[in-house]
Structures are given as structure tokens and as C-alpha cells.
Nanobody, 126 residues
Framework: QLQLVESGGGLVQPGGSLRLSCAASGYTMDFYTIGWFRQAPGKEREGVSCISGSDGSTYYADSVKGRFTISRDNAENTVYLQMNSLKPEDTGVYYC???????????????????WGQGTQVTVSS
């Protein structure tokens, strides 16, 4: 079972950038699909972006397409989420999750229900 720790959140102005990191330990993440999820105040958690462990395919929610980029460095056992052109509606707690049972990345982003770590807070505000 992978243990995941999120980091890299913070306060940023609209239009700014942040890079989130999801560091894994306990096992190699090579064969796991990894996803980034976020929960805004008063809203349900949603899948933002997911990346396959088998072929590196990616999925992005429509709301972040063209602005966010997910990548993985298996040697570092880390997945990154580069977030550019941030908007106030991107504010929330960002979590990463892993599961080997979702080879299709879209399904991971749509269906994964945890477990969750502590997350990292992203606040986009002027």
C-alpha cells in the first residue's frame, strides 16, 4: 500500500502558478494510477487530473484543461501537478490518491473514493 504525502500548496494571486508534489513511500508507484483531487469549501471532492502507471496516459477535468499539467517521476516516486493561470475557483484542499485497479485514468478520476492523506491547501486570491 502506497503512503502518499502532498505538498506545495499556498496562497497565490489569480493568474499565478503553483506546483504540487505527491511523494510516495512504502512501495514503488510504477504500477499505480495516481490522481489529484480537490475539495472546495462546501463542495464535494472532485477529480482534477490522473496519470496512468502503465502507459503514462493522462486525464484532465474540463475546468483545468490547458492550465494544469500532471507528470510523474518514477525514479523519485513522485507525481507533480503544475498549475498555471490559477483562478479563484481553483481554491481548495488538494489531495492525491493511488490505486492499481484503475488502468483507465478517467475512471480513477471519476470513481476513486480514498483513502486520503492530509492534503495541501491552495488559495487563489488577490
Amino acid at each position: 500500500q502506497l503512503q502518499l504525502v502532498e505538498s506545495g500548496g499556498g496562497l497565490v494571486q489569480p493568474g499565478g502558478s503553483l506546483r504540487l508534489s505527491c511523494a510516495a513511500s512504502g512501495y514503488t508507484m510504477d504500477f499505480y494510477t495516481i490522481g489529484w483531487f480537490r475539495q472546495a469549501p462546501g463542495k464535494e471532492r472532485e477529480g482534477v487530473s490522473c496519470i496512468s502507471g502503465s502507459d503514462g496516459s493522462t486525464y484532465y477535468a474540463d475546468s483545468v484543461k490547458g492550465r494544469f499539467t500532471i507528470s510523474r517521476d518514477n525514479a523519485e516516486n513522485t507525481v507533480y501537478l503544475q498549475m498555471n493561470s490559477l483562478k479563484p475557483e481553483d481554491t481548495g484542499v488538494y489531495y492525491c490518491g493511488s490505486d492499481w485497479r484503475y488502468p483507465i485514468v478517467q475512471n480513477m478520476c471519476a470513481s476513486f473514493k480514498g483513502p486520503w492523506g492530509q492534503g495541501t491547501q491552495v488559495t487563489v486570491s488577490s
